[in-house]
């Protein structure tokens, strides 16, 4: 078969190719295989290409493009409409969120509200700005970088919020090739607008993500083709090893960190911390602070503490490392305690049932669309797994000196709401994988 394959984001690099879990490239058969890029992954997807056997390299081309820059006033424009016409609540917050922090004008915000509300939960207008949208796309006819691959017989877009994935998409439809599409994270069905295009089947991850795509996105399941399945860089296998080597207590605790950008607070939860860091010493627990890749904390503030706190981060985009992410799951298998104020990194300790909890308040007055506070509130995706995971709320600083001093029995491993939570969010090993999808639909 010949494909073509959308590597648009790096996060899409490292978990599709880098990943030993997934290894996209040696996994698939195909006779020609065309790798689309921009500048930020071009070269990463080229390092991994060139380490392939000659025979691989023969078959594959990777083409660098970017977005049309025709008309491209009205295309932002565009874009501008998908990002605010959904229902979902995190939307909403996103738009308030960001004039919070100055980043779009009251004339802006206005603007984003009124497309917001006024086509709140309107499947019409969803359909004509997908109808229109296309039509002007084929209008452009600036799809000449890609018409040696018009004759080519399936398109994966693996991460359809981003520009590149959405022109390759629209390139499919004009040229009857067969397009499988995706999203890159089991959240931006909810937080990145409504998609521009629907591919000709639509990928899940998830059940969760299959109930947003329903919700929020106005597929149709009798006439819209979803196929559920999992993940597909987790390595169920590897999981279950990691869960069983990783039920005894140690006293180590592992707070996730997100950085001052998305908590506000941080630093000053942290500081907190150092204050009574005899209670930790006199319980004899250690504490890790795990820094988000892209929102590390300053370096100040790192060497100010690091007589006391550990602080790391996986650095996921650095091609150099070997690191997957069931690597990622067995460092997080050391600890006992595992607290975030709103990161993933909890649903990622789900899958090896060790004990979470969530900080839910602030030591620092912060700007109401600005507070951890309001995942509780207005991120769906969020407040869709603490319910089900029945992850418990540390409320005050008294709930937090609590839990440092190991009096959390309420926080015992979940064993079956944690299952079932990290099961519906990220997917069942027992549905069909994408590599699996893209098989059949060749085949058919």
Same mark, same amino acid.
């Given at each position: 078969?010949?494909?073509?394959?959308?590597?648009?984001?790096?996060?899409?690099?490292?978990?599709?190719?880098?990943?030993?879990?997934?290894?996209?490239?040696?996994?698939?058969?195909?006779?020609?295989?065309?790798?689309?890029?921009?500048?930020?992954?071009?070269?990463a997807v080229r390092k991994h290409v060139s380490n392939l056997t000659f025979d691989q390299q023969q078959k594959i081309t990777?083409?660098?493009?970017?977005?049309?820059?025709?008309?491209?006033?009205?295309?932002?424009?565009?874009?501008?409409?998908?990002?605010?016409?959904?229902?979902?609540?995190?939307?909403?917050?996103?738009?308030?969120?960001?004039?919070?922090?100055?980043?779009?004008?009251?004339?802006?915000?206005?603007?984003?509200?009124?497309?917001?509300?006024?086509?709140?939960?309107?499947?019409?207008?969803?359909?004509?700005?997908?109808?229109?949208?296309?039509?002007?796309?084929?209008?452009?006819?600036?799809?000449?970088?890609?018409?040696?691959?018009?004759?080519?017989?399936?398109?994966?877009?693996?991460?359809?919020?981003?520009?590149?994935?959405?022109?390759?998409?629209?390139?499919?439809?004009?040229?009857?090739?067969?397009?499988?599409?995706?999203?890159?994270?089991?959240?931006?069905?909810?937080?990145?607008?409504?998609?521009?295009? #629907?591919? &000709?089947? $639509?990928?899940?991850? /998830? %059940?969760?993500?299959?109930?947003?795509?329903?919700?929020? +996105? *106005?597929?149709?399941?009798?006439?819209?083709?979803?196929?559920?399945?999992?993940?597909?860089?987790?390595?169920?296998?590897?999981?279950?090893?990691?869960?069983?080597?990783?039920?005894?207590?140690?006293?180590?605790?592992?707070?996730?960190?997100?950085?001052?950008?998305?908590?506000?607070s941080e630093i000053a939860l942290i500081d907190y911390i150092y204050e009574i860091k005899s209670v930790l010493e006199s319980?004899?627990?250690?504490?890790?602070?795990?820094?988000?890749?892209?929102?590390?904390?300053?370096?100040?503030?790192?060497?100010?503490?690091?007589?006391?706190?550990?602080?790391?981060?996986? #650095?996921? &985009?650095? $091609?150099?490392?070997? /690191? %997957?992410?069931?690597?990622?799951?067995?460092?997080?298998? +050391? *600890?006992?305690?595992?607290?975030?104020?709103?990161?993933?990194?909890?649903?990622?300790?789900?899958?090896?049932?060790?004990?979470?909890?969530?900080?839910?308040?602030?030591?620092?007055?912060?700007?109401?669309?600005?507070?951890?506070?309001?995942?509780?509130?207005?991120?769906?995706?969020?407040?869709?797994?603490?319910?089900?995971?029945?992850?418990?709320?540390?409320?005050?600083?008294?709930?937090?000196?609590?839990?440092?001093?190991?009096?959390?029995?309420?926080?015992?491993?979940?064993?079956?709401?944690?299952?079932?939570?990290?099961?519906?969010?990220?997917?069942?090993?027992?549905? #069909?994988?994408?590599?699996?999808?893209?098989?059949?639909?060749?085949?058919?």
């Open positions: 078969m010949r494909i073509m394959i959308t590597l648009t984001n790096i996060q899409i690099v490292r978990n599709y190719l880098y990943d030993s879990d997934l290894d996209l490239l040696n996994k698939l058969n195909f006779s020609e295989c065309l790798l689309v890029c921009n500048k930020s992954t071009f070269e990777i083409l660098l493009i970017d977005y049309p820059q025709k008309n491209i006033w009205i295309l932002r424009l565009f874009n501008a409409i998908f990002k605010s016409h959904i229902s979902s609540k995190f939307a909403l917050n996103k738009i308030f969120r960001s004039r919070s922090k100055n980043e779009i004008t009251r004339t802006k915000l206005f603007v984003n509200l009124l497309i917001y509300f006024t086509t709140y939960k309107n499947k019409y207008t969803s359909w004509l700005l997908r109808h229109s949208y296309f039509k002007f796309f084929v209008l452009l006819e600036d799809f000449d970088l890609l018409l040696d691959y018009c004759d080519y017989d399936l398109a994966v877009t693996l991460s359809l919020t981003d520009d590149l994935d959405v022109y390759i998409s629209m390139f499919a439809h004009k040229y009857n090739i067969k397009n499988i599409g995706t999203v890159r994270s089991w959240d931006n069905l909810t937080s990145h607008g409504l998609l521009r295009v #629907k591919p &000709d089947v $639509f990928y899940c991850h /998830s %059940s969760s993500m299959a109930d947003d795509l329903f919700r929020f +996105q *106005f597929f149709n399941p009798q006439n819209d083709l979803v196929e559920i399945g999992f993940s597909n860089w987790i390595n169920f296998d590897r999981v279950s090893i990691i869960r069983n080597k990783s039920k005894t207590l140690n006293k180590k605790i592992l707070y996730g960190s997100m950085g001052v950008y998305f908590n506000p319980n004899q627990v250690s504490l890790t602070v795990l820094m988000h890749p892209k929102f590390t904390l300053p370096v100040d503030v790192q060497k100010k503490y690091s007589d006391f706190v550990t602080f790391f981060s996986f #650095k996921f &985009d650095n $091609f150099d490392e070997s /690191s %997957s992410y069931s690597d990622y799951l067995e460092y997080l298998s +050391q *600890f006992d305690l595992i607290l975030s104020s709103g990161s993933t990194l909890l649903l990622d300790a789900c899958l090896i049932n060790k004990n979470i909890a969530h900080v839910n308040f602030e030591l620092t007055n912060v700007p109401f669309w600005e507070s951890i506070k309001r995942y509780l509130d207005f991120r769906e995706y969020y407040m869709k797994f603490m319910a089900l995971s029945k992850t418990p709320l540390i409320n005050s600083i008294e709930d937090l000196e609590a839990f440092f001093k190991l009096e959390y029995a309420s926080t015992h491993q979940k064993t079956v709401e944690q299952d079932f939570a990290s099961r519906y969010i990220l997917g069942d090993k027992n549905q #069909k994988s994408l590599m699996e999808l893209i098989k059949c639909n060749v085949l058919r």
